[in-house]
């Protein structure tokens, strides 16, 4: 059965109410590809219209309306659990329907205004210990101790040349809650780096050593310049991960518990630091998960659509708690929340942001599970009713 047919079937159950639980989050995954949540919004559409003839409606407020009437209507053929309702509403008001229009059409009510208290630079520190803010606005030379210019920065990038060198110069870059950067290493590696992260790596590679680089705390893209050579190793609290020529994503938050590393092409090897020889191999579309408490690595297949997003600006959640939710919000918009109780924390969602605001967001959770919140300045104070 087509991608198309399954969503036509599980549509139908859903409005009918005969949707089971594992159907629903069938439903659910199927519903985070463009195309295939454009065919339920029609779908909503269609029922709608068929139930609504001759009344005037827009798009978007058709599908609302009509969930509203799967989850409130008193006909039996119309009943079913509300979890299924999230299901639904998560898919079409994160894919079909902007948050802005929900904001506006579904809510009177105006979202309060979140306001960060400052505005953070990015921090280049470099290897004689002189820091240098980077605004993200400027194009200039980054020149080292003997006045040489070792690289360029142009706006969001930082771009090293590659010069011949025997003695490793480390420079640093902290990157604050609520930016995202990218820098060029003089071997021609990119490196996308997200909110939160600090990363540390040579100005240029000494001619027959291996490129080490360090991921001291975030999350971060590879995309590593093949060289058979020199291998490339990213080192990562006790946990390193070693390729030749390959692109993948690392996320090693010091909050968390767990380092992943995701494959998108070519290999790697996973390691700890002090047991080398047992390397796990991955290939692509593989995931390794390093548990810092047990030292244990395993490995698993993923969609590595769902942990590379945040490069091009989208947020995505596939079955994501909501605390580990408010985790990257937090760090995606520089914003503290709190308030929230264990069950609201342990509830789970699917979801794609692509650019709502940290408001527009709020606004939506607050809809579909039903709590109140509130704004200071740049802390969310959550009230579960």
Not at 31 to 49: M, T, V
Not at 281 to 305: A, C, F, G, R, T
Not at 347 to 371: D, K, L, P
Request: glycine share 4%.
């Amino acid at each position: 059965m087509t991608n198309l047919s399954s969503i036509s079937v599980l549509t139908n159950k859903l409005l009918e109410g005969k949707i089971s639980d594992s159907e629903a989050k069938e439903l659910d995954v199927l519903l985070l590809q463009k195309e295939n949540a454009e065919f339920f919004k029609n779908a909503i559409k269609d029922d709608y219209l068929f139930k609504t003839v001759g009344e005037k409606f827009d798009t978007g407020e058709a599908i609302f309306n009509a969930l509203k009437e799967i989850e409130n209507s008193e006909r039996k053929s119309w009943r079913f659990p509300k979890k299924f309702y999230k299901y639904a509403a998560t898919a079409v008001l994160f894919l079909s329907i902007s948050s802005a229009w929900f904001i506006s059409k579904g809510n009177k009510e105006v979202a309060p205004t979140v306001v960060n208290t400052s505005e953070k630079n990015i921090e280049l520190l470099l290897d004689n210990g002189y820091k240098q803010l980077i605004k993200g606005d400027e194009n200039y030379s980054i020149k080292n101790d003997h006045n040489t210019t070792i690289g360029h920065l142009n706006n969001d990038k930082l771009s090293y040349l590659e010069n011949s060198t025997h003695t490793v110069a480390y420079n640093t870059l902290k990157i604050p809650y609520g930016k995202k950067f990218q820098v060029i290493l003089s071997d021609g590696t990119k490196v996308d780096l997200n909110s939160g992260t600090v990363f540390k790596y040579p100005v240029n590679f000494v001619e027959g050593q291996p490129r080490q680089v360090y991921l001291e705390n975030g999350e971060a893209y590879f995309d590593v310049t093949h060289d058979k050579e020199h291998r490339f190793i990213v080192n990562t609290n006790n946990h390193n991960i070693e390729v030749l020529g390959t692109q993948f994503n690392i996320s090693s938050y010091k909050e968390d518990s767990v380092i992943r590393t995701t494959l998108v092409e070519g290999s790697v090897r996973v390691f700890d630091s002090s047991k080398e020889r047992k390397a796990l191999l991955l290939i692509p579309n593989e995931q390794s998960s390093w548990d810092k408490n047990n030292k244990v690595i395993s490995k698993n297949v993923v969609d590595p659509y769902f942990y590379t997003g945040w490069r091009t600006g989208e947020l995505l959640f596939k079955s994501n708690s909501f605390a580990e939710i408010v985790k990257k919000l937090e760090r995606n918009f520089d914003v503290s929340i709190t308030g929230y109780n264990e069950k609201l924390g342990q509830e789970r969602f699917t979801a794609r942001f692509e650019n709502e605001t940290i408001e527009q967001i709020m606004r939506y959770f607050s809809e579909v599970y039903m709590f109140n919140y509130t704004v200071k300045r740049d802390k969310i104070i959550i009230v579960v009713n």
